[in-house]
């Protein structure tokens, strides 16, 4: 059965509610509902919730006004955990969670670019979901000079959170090139796409602190239920 981590409760809410300001579903200025309906509403403890608004006070996303309120306060960088993941549902937001399929080390196939200083690279493939609708595949190729192995089990959902915790590797920069693809053979039934339908493809050239490509990544999604989404403010 396919492994699947999970980020703390709190941080998997302030990342939703990260992601609902950055899509404009959450409106600059406006007022979150009283706590208690508000975490009934997640189905979280209001203590959970707490702990999210206080992460996005301190990212400076939320003023908390006593006797008043909650309040969203947009701002240029919403910087969260998922700040490179730049697939939203259609309709917006959507909190990003990973299903770990495999993690190998293996040669790097010929159908790689070139990148990184070894021959063989860590093998990463998760089924992704926003908000619980299977949205796409990942395959991502992390050269294998940053690790001897990698474990299934220290994988989080974020995988960049990984690699800074436990490799040291910060990704500080990507390319991205978006079109239009197949679904791999790999695939798995959740994804909803057959094998070989039509999707939309994302190529990734992650780069280090010294500018270096340390991964390539390859992503197969459902246009029907995201969409790939950068904004430049």
Not at 67 to 95: D, M, Q
Not at 128 to 143: F, K, M, T, V
Request: aromatic share 8%; with cysteine; proline share 5%.
């Amino acid at each position: 059965m396919p492994d699947q981590t999970a980020l703390p409760k709190y941080v998997q809410t302030a990342e939703l509610l990260i992601r609902e300001i950055a899509a404009g579903r959450l409106a600059d200025g406006a007022r979150l509902p009283p706590e208690r309906d508000m975490a009934a509403d997640l189905g979280i403890a209001v203590g959970t919730l707490r702990k999210a608004l206080n992460d996005l006070t301190d990212k400076g996303l939320l003023e908390r006004i006593h006797g008043s309120g909650n309040y969203i306060r947009h701002k240029a960088e919403a910087a969260g955990v998922y700040a490179f993941f730049r697939l939203e549902l259609v309709e917006g937001g959507g909190l990003p969670t990973a299903e770990l399929l495999s993690v190998e080390r293996l040669p790097k196939p010929g159908d790689l670019p070139a990148f990184g200083k070894s021959q063989e690279g860590h093998r990463i493939r998760r089924l992704r979901r926003l908000s619980g609708q299977p949205a796409a595949l990942e395959e991502i190729w992390l050269d294998g000079s940053w690790a001897d192995s990698v474990k299934r089990a220290e994988i989080l959902e974020s995988l960049y959170l990984y690699y800074r915790k436990e490799l040291g590797l910060w990704i500080t920069g990507a390319e991205d090139r978006v079109g239009v693809s197949h679904v791999p053979k790999w695939s798995v039934p959740a994804f909803g796409l057959a094998e070989g339908a039509s999707c939309g493809f994302i190529e990734r050239w992650g780069r280090s602190e010294s500018g270096e490509t340390a991964e390539y990544s390859r992503t197969w999604f459902d246009p029907k239920v995201a969409r790939y989404v950068a904004r430049m403010r």
